[in-house]
């Protein structure tokens, strides 16, 4: 398989080319309107793909069909953040929202879209090589944890709907401050499950110079945020990885009044549907009982704003994977990855058909700035994903990322046949 890729590797310079275009024209989440119809007219010239659009918002399905064999998913996203770039590049992004609300592709998202595609161009060169089908899936809003599942909801798999083949495997990639050429995965827990909650907290307003006549919801919110705390420390077993976090609080616009209401933002991460489900009743009963001891003149409400699934790792799939990384990357590769707290919700699009999944990391820092930094001791300081300052150097980040794709897709297609380098240089010679 190794030998393969290498052998019929794609030109990279226009993907390169397409990567700069996409960095520079970022789109929020549901709005990725623009990116999924650039990704749709690449599928399009790739030989063999199907292209299937508009699932889920702006989800973009490509289809491979070789035949006989098992079926492969293949994903990558869309969308980008909130963030005003200061990465100095010279294709960095200037665009803004309508609002003002400046957008950057701050996550990688943009290298993950360049790389799945000119991974769909190596596997549609090498079609002579393996038998099944390979689904190229680009996913909308995957930053709020809801693309992939609304993908499903909006018939991606139904016969009557988008009769996307149900895959065997779902497999995808990130790329991460970690050393350019590094690549990484493990077997289990990979990423957190994550939930999101929006908590409303209701006082009765007044004049700040008369507090004893009000209920004031700022204090009551100091206090909710302080107890929260004690969940994790309290709460859940040392031996058991936990986070709560209130990431916002919002109440009042002037400092001589007392307001009616404050909101909270809360984050929670868990790696057990036992602590996920543990740490979402004590967010309820600490809320309810704070509101409850200052008399609050009605119940507090809690939503649930997003949530994102566990990742883990098949252990059958990751070893299949692990074993023709380490094959292929040799040194670069390795399983030595610690679980990550971060989240994603890849899981989505495998769990509703009972597909196995794999998902693994890759650096994107310049060797050289990483090695310095290494010599330093300030790894720490390196922008990683969702800074302003993240920047992937796009070689040799992008050709690991092409790389793992494909080599991760071949080794769970049927096996292919090396003995007929001829037949393959004749097919690949068409598409060049």
Request: with cysteine; aromatic share 6%.
């Amino acid at each position: 398989m190794s030998r393969l890729i290498t052998e019929f590797w794609p030109d990279l310079q226009p993907y390169e080319d397409l990567y700069r275009q996409l960095h520079a024209d970022p789109e929020l989440s549901r709005h990725e309107a623009s990116t999924a119809a650039v990704v749709a007219r690449q599928l399009q010239a790739i030989p063999g793909v199907t292209v299937k659009t508009g699932i889920g918002g702006h989800g973009v399905v490509g289809i491979l069909r070789n035949g006989d064999g098992p079926v492969v998913m293949l994903r990558a996203e869309l969308d980008a953040l909130p963030v005003l770039e200061q990465t100095g590049l010279p294709y960095a992004s200037t665009k803004r929202m309508a609002s003002g609300e400046p957008l950057m592709h701050a996550c990688g998202h943009d290298l993950h879209m360049t790389a799945l595609l000119a991974a769909a161009a190596l596997l549609s060169r090498l079609r002579v090589y393996w038998g099944g089908t390979v689904v190229f899936a680009f996913q909308p809003d995957e930053e709020n944890g809801a693309g992939a599942q609304r993908m499903v909801d909006d018939g991606l798999y139904d016969e009557k709907g988008h009769a996307v083949p149900h895959p065997n495997v779902v497999l995808g990639g990130h790329v991460m401050p970690m050393r350019a050429g590094s690549i990484s995965t493990r077997t289990g827990p990979f990423n957190s499950a994550s939930e999101s909650f929006r908590v409303t907290l209701y006082g009765k307003g007044g004049h700040g110079g008369k507090p004893h006549q009000t209920i004031d919801p700022v204090v009551l919110a100091c206090s909710t945020v302080l107890k929260l705390q004690t969940i994790v420390s309290r709460e859940i077993d040392p031996q058991e990885t936990a986070v709560v976090t209130v990431g916002s609080i919002n109440a009042g616009r002037a400092a001589n009044v007392i307001p009616e209401v404050a909101t909270l933002l809360v984050n929670t991460r868990s790696f057990t549907d036992e602590t996920r489900k543990r740490l979402r009743a004590s967010i309820t009963r600490i809320v309810e009982a704070e509101c409850s001891s200052v008399g609050s003149p009605k119940p507090p409400l809690i939503e649930q704003i997003s949530a994102f699934p566990l990742l883990y790792n098949d252990p059958t799939a990751t070893t299949k994977v692990q074993k023709e990384m380490a094959k292929h990357f040799g040194t670069a590769f390795s399983t030595d990855i610690p679980i990550s707290t971060g989240s994603e919700d890849i899981a989505n699009l495998a769990n509703p058909v009972g597909a196995a999944v794999c998902f693994w990391n890759y650096g994107g820092i310049d060797p050289t700035v990483w090695d310095d930094a290494v010599k330093q001791g300030t790894l720490g300081k390196i922008p990683a994903n969702h800074s302003a300052f993240f920047a992937p150097v796009i070689q040799p980040t992008l050709r690991v990322a092409v790389d793992a794709y494909a080599l991760a897709a071949l080794a769970f297609l049927s096996s292919p046949d090396e003995d007929r380098p001829s037949s393959v240089q004749t097919a690949a010679d068409g598409h060049r």
